[in-house]
C-alpha cells in the first residue's frame, strides 16, 4: 500500500492523502515532496474571503474530492444584502483559487460549491469567517 502511495504521488504533481492526523496535499517540487494540511488550505480560503465584498460570515470546509482535484471547498455563506449570490459566488471562487495558486502553488482548479443560508443586513455589526 505504501509501495502504491508513492507510486501515485511519483507520477502526478499532486495528491491527497490520508495520515493519522488528517487529511493533506502533497505537491511534488524540484526539491522534494510538500505536504499541506487541508487545515492550512481551509485557513487560506478563509483569508481570502475576507477580501470579497457581500459576504457578512463563512464557513469554510476543505474535503478529499477526486484525483483529477485531490480537493473540493464547501462554502457556507451569509450574504449580505443588495448583493448578488452569483456575482459572490464568482468573486469568492477566484479569490480562494488565486490565493491557494499564489502560496501552495497549486496548478489545479479547486472546484468550490456555495451554499447561501441566509442574508443579512447591509449593516453587519462585525464580519465573521470562521
Do not use: C, W
Not at 493519522?20 to 481551509?42: N, P
Not at 464557513?59 to 443588495?82: G, Q
Request: aromatic share 6%; hydrophobic share 45%.
Amino acid at each position: 500500500m505504501f509501495k502504491d502511495l508513492i507510486h501515485k504521488i511519483l507520477k502526478s504533481t499532486v495528491y491527497a492523502s490520508r495520515s493519522s492526523s488528517g487529511e493533506f496535499l502533497l505537491k511534488k517540487t524540484d526539491f522534494g515532496l510538500v505536504q499541506s494540511e487541508f487545515a492550512v488550505v481551509q485557513s487560506l480560503a478563509e483569508r481570502a474571503l475576507k477580501s470579497v465584498a457581500g459576504i457578512n460570515e463563512a464557513r469554510v470546509v476543505v474535503e478529499k474530492y477526486s484525483h483529477a482535484n485531490p480537493m473540493k471547498i464547501l462554502l457556507t455563506l451569509t450574504l449580505t444584502e443588495m448583493h448578488s449570490a452569483p456575482k459572490v459566488s464568482e468573486a469568492a471562487d477566484k479569490a480562494i483559487n488565486d490565493e491557494l495558486r499564489n502560496i501552495l502553488g497549486v496548478e489545479f482548479y479547486v472546484p468550490i460549491e456555495v451554499r447561501v443560508k441566509q442574508i443579512a443586513p447591509a449593516v453587519p455589526a462585525k464580519r465573521r469567517v470562521r
